[in-house]
């Protein structure tokens, strides 16, 4: 969950249009291989994440103000910790995590991918190492204001606001994501949309 949000989506052009950071090829490559890492444990999807880790850490070396980098430092760090389990003995790696999402989205603060990775991230992260779903809202909202359509950033948002219990603000978000899904014919995005809507309605 906590990497899933890094997968890169194509940007859809709006009046105040998010920003995606070009990045090295480096950095690219190191987010194409966090992406094509599942997200159950095996021995092959951790020795593919800690390929990815160490791209992404070239990618930094290479170029500390590569925006993309630390991004794609981010998601190999997240699914690492995603298949190993996050517990109170990772604190090192969650610290990492923050550093990491807090310094792309400090070179690009527009940057929709890092601002529905981070939203995500502190949306989904236990209160006691962290988790914030009310600034999680704040980025997740910043994030459909620059991308209206961006169905993944209307989940997560209407996610948090469930959190906050916010039921009405969260099914006008679920309901918006699955129009979105629908028309984009984006079948797990919508039945996510329709459990949200279930789960609201009780």
Do not use: W
Request: aromatic share 2%; net charge negative.
């Amino acid at each position: 969950m906590l990497a899933r949000a890094a997968l890169l989506v194509a940007l859809t052009l709006t009046p105040a249009q998010a920003f995606e950071p070009q990045g090295s090829a480096l950095a690219r490559t190191a987010i194409d291989q966090c992406d094509a890492v599942p997200d159950h444990p095996t021995p092959q999807s951790l020795e593919a994440v800690t390929r990815g880790l160490a791209l992404a850490e070239q990618a930094v070396e290479a170029d500390g103000n590569d925006a993309t980098a630390h991004f794609a430092l981010f998601c190999n760090l997240a699914k690492q910790t995603e298949l190993r389990g996050v517990s109170v003995q990772n604190l090192l790696s969650l610290h990492r995590l923050h550093t990491e999402i807090d310094t792309a989205l400090r070179l690009a603060p527009d940057y929709g991918d890092a601002l529905i990775a981070k939203g995500a991230f502190l949306l989904h992260l236990p209160r006691l190492l962290g988790g914030d779903a009310r600034a999680a809202e704040g980025l997740l909202r910043h994030a459909v204001e620059l991308e209206p359509q961006r169905i993944s950033a209307r989940l997560y948002l209407a996610q948090a606001l469930a959190a906050l219990d916010r039921r009405k603000e969260a099914g006008d978000q679920a309901q918006g994501a699955l129009s979105l899904a629908t028309d984009a014919r984006r079948q797990e995005q919508a039945d996510e949309a329709r459990a949200l809507l279930a789960r609201l309605a009780e």
